[in-house]
């Protein structure tokens, strides 16, 4: 059975700093990363991190946020720094296992002005 657990998400103010992480279970993962929604908005890409190290991020976090991934573990880390009120969203731990792709449940991440 596939679990992708995640923690981290919750309350901060703008320029301050959150780190979310997810842990992966069940399966041996080619690509982890995470997507993000807010409210009236599509589900959009954040980051990603292959099993090689190379990582890939979306231009409106690139140079603020930091994806990792710990070696011989499934679990991925997203460092959140210099937080904006835009970055306000739910966000989801992604896993591929091809032909497969896994969403975890989402956690609120809120920054206020």
């Known amino acids: 059975q596939v679990q992708l657990v995640e923690s981290g998400g919750g309350l901060v103010q703008a320029g301050g700093s959150l780190n979310l992480s997810c842990a992966a279970s069940g399966k041996i993962f080619s690509s982890m990363g995470w997507y993000r929604q807010a409210p009236g908005k599509q589900r959009e890409l954040v980051a990603t991190?292959?099993?090689?190290?190379?990582?890939n991020y979306a231009s409106s976090v690139k140079g603020r946020f930091t994806i990792s991934r710990a070696k011989g573990k499934n679990t991925v880390a997203l460092q959140m720094n210099s937080l904006k009120p835009e970055d306000t969203a739910v966000y989801y731990c992604?896993?591929?296992?091809?032909?497969?792709?896994?969403w975890g449940q989402g956690t609120q991440v809120t920054v206020s002005s």
């Open positions: 992604h896993a591929v296992s091809l032909p497969l792709v896994y």
């Open positions: 991190i292959a099993i090689g190290g190379i990582s």
